[in-house]
Every structure is written in structure tokens, then in C-alpha cells.
């Protein structure tokens, strides 16, 4: 390593050589103590600022930003009839039906519940009972025309996409 050293000090007086050897190895001493760039290793706390949920880049994943995906990932489970609210609306959520007895799950008009347009909802019926979705009033729900607005069978999913203010598709495994 090179490094280039002024040979004056502040005041402007000349160094001697066994300051400017003093001086060097000392600035010498403090580079070798720096972290690589390449690879450095961290002590203490370090921080950084947290990424959004959504993020998607190369941003380093504070522990912060891991928390976030884990909840945001849990699974949301509906044990009873519910009205969709924006909950349970997100990339990675999933909003199961978990229970013996049948649930019905009503998509709300606009005016009560405003997902934006082209908002997804991942729906799973993992208990044994009929998971069935309903249109809240004012709202229309799109699907295959052989198809009814409840998931097939135990394990199986669909999903809903708001295509309109009150105008949603429902697709995926259908009775």
C-alpha cells in the first residue's frame, strides 16, 4: 500500500524524518485496522435503514424488514363468517378458511372497504368445512360460468383480483 503524506505538518514546519516515519506508521496502523471492503466483519449493533415489505432490490434486510415479511406471510385464519378488509390483502397473505363448519367470506363494496384496482386476494379452505365467498351489496364477482363462488375442496385455493371499483374475478379451484 502507498500511501502519500505531506511532509509538513499544520503550523507549516517541516518534519523531521523520524516524525514523518512516526506519523506514516501510525496512519499505516489505523488503514490495517479498517474492515475490508470485500468482506468485512461487523461488532456491536451495527444498523441500517429498514427496507419497505415490498421491497425487492439488493437492500440489506435489517432484522426490522425480516419481522415485517414473517407477520405479513402468516397465514390469516377465519374461523367464522368475516367481511374482507385490507388485512387481508397483501402479496405474501394468505387468508385460509380453518374450521369444520362452513365460512363465508363477503367482498364489501368500495365505499366500505377501499382495496385499490388490481388488488389480489390469496384464499385457501384448509379445514374441512365449505369456504364460500359473497358479494357485499353493490358488488359483482366475475368467475367461470360452470363455477360457484366457493373453493372445491379441503387444501385447495383461489384467488380474488379487483379489476373495478365493485368488480372483482374470482379464480382458481371452484366447486
Do not use: C
Amino acid at each position: 500500500m502507498v500511501l502519500a503524506l505531506s511532509k509538513r505538518v499544520p503550523n507549516g514546519a517541516p518534519l523531521s524524518t523520524a516524525q514523518h516515519d512516526t506519523n506514516f506508521d501510525n496512519i499505516e496502523l489505523e488503514v490495517n485496522a479498517k474492515a475490508p471492503l470485500a468482506s468485512p466483519t461487523f461488532t456491536g449493533n451495527p444498523t441500517a435503514p429498514t427496507p419497505s415489505f415490498t421491497d425487492d432490490d439488493t437492500s440489506v434486510a435489517t432484522t426490522a424488514f425480516v419481522q415485517d415479511v414473517v407477520t405479513q406471510a402468516a397465514p390469516n385464519d377465519k374461523t367464522a363468517n368475516f367481511t374482507f378488509a385490507l388485512a387481508d390483502a397483501s402479496t405474501s397473505k394468505i387468508t385460509r378458511s380453518n374450521s369444520a363448519s362452513s365460512v363465508t367470506g363477503t367482498v364489501p363494496p368500495n365505499g366500505t372497504v377501499a382495496f385499490p384496482v388490481n388488488q389480489t386476494i390469496n384464499l385457501v379452505r384448509y379445514g374441512t368445512g365449505a369456504f364460500v365467498i359473497a358479494a357485499g351489496t353493490g358488488v359483482t364477482i366475475q368467475k367461470a360460468s360452470d363455477r360457484a363462488l366457493s373453493i372445491r375442496v379441503q387444501y385447495s385455493g383461489a384467488t380474488l383480483w379487483k379489476v373495478a371499483t365493485d368488480t372483482w374475478v374470482l379464480m382458481g379451484d371452484l366447486t
